[in-house]
């Protein structure tokens, strides 16, 4: 079992920045990868990032270039490092832990953060 917690949502203006954080813990051991996805209201939920192993780093079209997913494995902790907001990015986030080399296909979700960025 692996249990993933977010943290860090909020309400920005175009422009601005957030941070969440995805506390995970239970079975964490070898090779994984965690990622994050997003759901905005009416759409299906997608892939945002993903980091595995290795700390090779994977971005959707959309977000690439303002934002930067990173982990402290010491903690189990993971990060979303979100720039340049823009009212699309308005959505509900979620953390998610894969299978290694099956980053975007996850078995275990955090509970979601909802991340809301007005015009």
């Known amino acids: 079992q692996v249990r993933l917690v977010e943290s860090g949502g909020g309400s920005v203006q175009s422009g601005g920045s957030l941070r969440l954080s995805c506390a995970a813990s239970g079975y964490i051991y070898g090779d994984y990868c965690l990622a994050w996805f997003r759901q905005a209201p009416g759409k299906e939920r997608e892939g945002v990032a993903a980091i595995d192993g290795d700390g090779s780093t994977t971005y959707a079209d959309s977000v690439s270039g303002r934002f930067t997913i990173s982990q402290d494995k010491a903690t189990n902790t993971l990060y979303l490092q979100m720039n340049s907001l823009r009212p699309e990015d308005t959505a509900m986030y979620y953390c998610?832990?894969?299978?290694?080399?099956?980053?975007?296909?996850?078995?275990?979700w955090g509970q979601g953060s909802q991340v809301t960025v007005s015009s």
């Open positions: 998610a832990y894969a299978p290694e080399g099956a980053c975007y296909y996850p078995t275990y």
